[in-house]
């Protein structure tokens, strides 16, 4: 069974940094493209940012970014722990929301459009709070 789990969410202070962690244990996450989502509180659930599957390791791969984090949030892959990182930087208020990662065995490159990802593809989600 495919399974997700994301960690790293906390409350932080504005101007502070977090980074995110999506991971899977017997799959290997190379082979998928990624994306990380978020939902506040009474708000839709929106694309943040995403990588594309790298199944041949190399170390040129696509990226996309919603325009409100481009410049302060990194994605990233480490093949070696089977992980994709979300560095956020400069995090704000409205940045708070439970963050999501979602995978796709098939798309390149990737999309942050949520309904492309199969509902078996999803984390349970990590709560990050940006508050003072």
């Known amino acids: 069974q495919f399974q997700l789990v994301e960690s790293g969410g906390r409350l932080v202070q504005p101007g502070g940094s977090l980074r995110l962690s999506c991971a899977s244990s017997?799959?290997?996450?190379?082979?998928?493209?990624i994306a990380w989502f978020r939902q506040a509180p009474g708000k839709e659930r929106e694309g943040v940012s995403c990588?594309?599957?790298?199944?041949?390791?190399?170390?040129?791969?696509?990226?996309d970014y919603r325009d409100s984090v481009k410049g302060r949030f990194t994605i990233s892959r480490d093949s070696a722990k089977n992980t994709v990182y979300l560095q956020m930087n400069s995090l704000k208020p409205e940045d708070t929301a439970v963050y999501f990662c979602a995978a796709d065995p098939w798309r390149t490159p990737c999309t942050l459009d949520s309904n492309q990802y199969g509902r078996h593809y999803w984390g349970n989600g990590t709560l990050v709070t940006v508050s003072s």
């Open positions: 990588i594309s599957r790298n199944p041949g390791g190399g170390t040129s791969v696509s990226t």
């Open positions: 017997g799959f290997t996450l190379d082979l998928y493209s």
